[in-house]
Nanobody, 121 residues
Framework: QVQVVESGGGLVQPGESLRLSCAAS????????MNWYRQAPGKQRDLVAV???????NYADSVKGRFTISRDDAKNTVYLQMNSLKPEDTAVYYC???????????????WGQGTQVTVSS
């Protein structure tokens, strides 16, 4: 019913920047929060950044001041601008969209397949 696709990952050197994108599509009535998570090898999936449908944002302490989350509701898209990247930012980044499909009075979480970000010299 709702598809979520991330893009923009890659290999960068420490100090460089990347911009991740995540587009939601399908039978969508309303999108609420749009979030980014990440999971490093052997570790749990952690919340990185949140943006509500009202535009409020919140960040993990480890990325505050370096990452910026934003959204374009006309495109059902959320972005994650990542600056001053560090090796410890290396992970698979997942997009999570909280949405209500058309015809179903229920809000569910929808996940993308993930995009790899590697920060290495």
């Amino acid at each position: 019913q709702v598809q979520v696709v991330e893009s923009g990952g890659g290999l960068v050197q420490p100090g460089e920047s990347l911009r991740l994108s995540c587009a939601a599509s399908g039978n969508i009535f309303k999108i609420y929060a749009m979030n980014w998570y990440r999971q490093a090898p052997g570790k749990q999936r952690d919340l990185v950044a949140v943006i509500t449908n009202g535009g409020s944002t919140n960040y993990a302490d480890s990325v505050k001041g370096r990452f910026t989350i934003s959204r374009d509701d006309a495109k059902n898209t959320v972005y994650l601008q990542m600056n001053s990247l560090k090796p410890e930012d290396t992970a698979v980044y997942y997009c999570n969209v909280r949405a209500m499909p058309r015809g179903i009075i229920r809000v569910d979480d929808y996940w993308g397949q993930g995009t790899q970000v590697t920060v290495s010299s």
